[in-house]
């Protein structure tokens, strides 16, 4: 089973996809992203911080949708550190960023936050991308 794990990730680099600079890019990265999404972004909605609670009380869906947000950020953060789970983390990040855009601008009024939602789904986007070979190791591990 971890001889499987192993040969995923080196058939990448071994067919040379990914230089070393570009494999710790990737790692800071997705260690910055992960510090960013699940201590600043998510830890305030778990914990009712003012500016979470007025922008969610807007949203008018009630403090299980501001809790529900909060803990998917929280855990797909941890995940996207997890090397197995950190392509489908980022992938699950691009759709929470695209549902954060929709309601930056349509509920929140908030065009200027639509530049931090595309920048942080584009970064997730090089990410998974960059962990295609976990997420297909994922996948063909959930299929047996």
Do not use: C, Q
């Amino acid at each position: 089973m971890s001889e499987t794990y192993a040969a995923a990730p080196a058939a990448t680099v071994s067919a040379g996809a990914r230089s070393r600079r570009g494999e710790i890019t990737v790692r800071v990265l997705t260690v910055l992203l992960a510090l960013f999404l699940g201590l600043a972004s998510g830890l305030p909605k778990l914990f009712r911080a003012e500016a979470a609670t007025e922008a969610f009380d807007k949203i008018g869906w009630g403090d299980w949708f501001m809790y529900a947000v909060g803990s998917l950020e929280v855990l797909g953060a941890v995940a996207l550190l997890i090397p197995i789970l950190s392509g489908a983390a980022a992938l699950a990040f691009i759709g929470l960023m695209a549902g954060a855009t929709v309601f930056n601008l349509t509920v929140l009024d908030a065009p200027e936050a639509v530049i931090t939602t595309t920048l942080l789904a584009a970064v997730l986007a090089y990410i998974a991308r960059s962990r295609r070979a976990h997420t297909a190791h994922l996948l063909r591990r959930l299929r047996r």
